[in-house]
DNA sequence: CACCATCCGGACTACCGGTCCGCTTCATGC
DNA sequence: GCATGAAGCGGACCGGTAGTCCGGATGGTG
């Protein structure tokens, strides 16, 4: 039923040429500096492999990101405490954001342009929906007087590519995770 | 210095005709459904007219929200309390949150194109600028403790206009607000 | 009523995301 | 090795977009 043939080899080549093209152009310009003609060219692929391979836009921007974000979710999941299961509700919580802050810091500029190409369904995304799973059944145990659904959206509402680089000095390049890390205390924190 | 010579008639004209053309399309079809040229032809304008008047698709997407939201401006600095100066801090930020809560819901559409249409700048606009001064203030006062500025930031990247539409069913159209106020009074209040 | 700054219109450019289809390349069975 | 069908490929092509530009029309003013 799921059986899936085996990706062809030129195809595995050609997919990790697109994603490398992606990312090298994410860094050098920005985030609208990726178009897909230009990502197929500097891949040395046609325009066609591209959105075979990944849909749309957004589906390449949201691949890039499953790939970065890919260890922290296999971690949460199965890894030790506090980022895996077992430590107390709000050392996770802390756990998670950093980890998150981490990621989001070194990729604000792809998030910026994921934001931008997802649009309408960004909550559709199975990352997202997977962080927002996890802050909300956090929130959900340590508040449940309040809206864990929302607060959860709230909290990942925060991670905007802008945002990030507007909070970023260069001389504290771990202000942003610090500061969601305190808001989520507060939250956390019984009246 | 600052003189500036009246606007001329058919200027004027123009100006609002663009407007509520905007508007007009923006809530028949979905956010991306205003292209600069289909509201210059709904207008009965030239596009050069639309360019000259806004700048470019953010400053007229600006120009309308600007427009819905400087009545709650006015209230907020020169209005009675608990909107106006006076109130208690926790009283006048949840009036705050009440009222932009409002426009949000009855402006989501424009919200989401709005802020992509931004996309980088969305922190220059002033608009934005002053909820986000008012928001930092009245944080910094209850909690001088958080990071008010960041805070005041991510309260404010809660109103999106996709998470506004996810977060309203039909049958509650103000479960958003009432989620925002609840965050935040969690946020006032002390450990 | 004449004059000129201001404003107007819409053709034009450059580019974008996304589609399509004839051709190539791979994996597989012999 | 080699034939063969399926999977993958490339890039011309399409409809649409934001934004520019300038010759000509239109307003206010003295």
């Known amino acids: ?10 195809a595995a080549r050609n ?3 697109v994603l490398s093209a992606a990312e090298q152009l994410l860094t050098e310009g920005g985030g609208d500096h990726v178009s897909l003609d230009r990502v197929a060219a500097l891949a040395g692929v046609g325009k066609g492999t591209v959105f075979r391979r990944f849909g749309n836009r957004a ?6 990101l499953e790939e970065r974000s890919r260890e922290l979710r296999d971690a949460i999941e199965n890894g030790p405490p506090p980022l895996g299961p077992g430590a107390p509700t ?3 919580l802390l756990a998670f954001l ?12 792809l998030l910026s342009a994921h934001g931008q190409a997802c649009a309408e369904d960004k909550y559709r ?3 997202y929906q997977h962080w927002h799973r996890h802050l909300g ?6 508040r449940p ?3 864990a659904d929302f607060v959860a959206h709230a909290v990942l509402a925060a991670f905007d590519g802008a945002l990030i680089r507007h909070m970023t000095p260069p001389d504290d390049p771990r202000r942003f995770t610090r500061s969601v890390q305190q808001m989520a205390t507060a939250l956390l924190g019984r009246d």
Chains 1, 2 share one sequence.
């Open 137 to 142: 059944t956090l929130f959900s145990e340590a």
């Open 90 to 92: 709000p050392e996770r």
């Open 1 to 10: 039923m799921t059986e899936q043939r085996a990706e062809r080899a030129d």
């Open 59 to 64: 589906g390449l921007l949201q691949a890039l």
């Open 98 to 109: 950093d980890a998150l802050g981490a990621i989001a810091e070194g990729n604000a500029t």
């Open 125 to 127: 995304d199975p990352s």
């Open 145 to 147: 007087d309040l809206d």
């Open 15 to 17: 997919r990790r040429a």
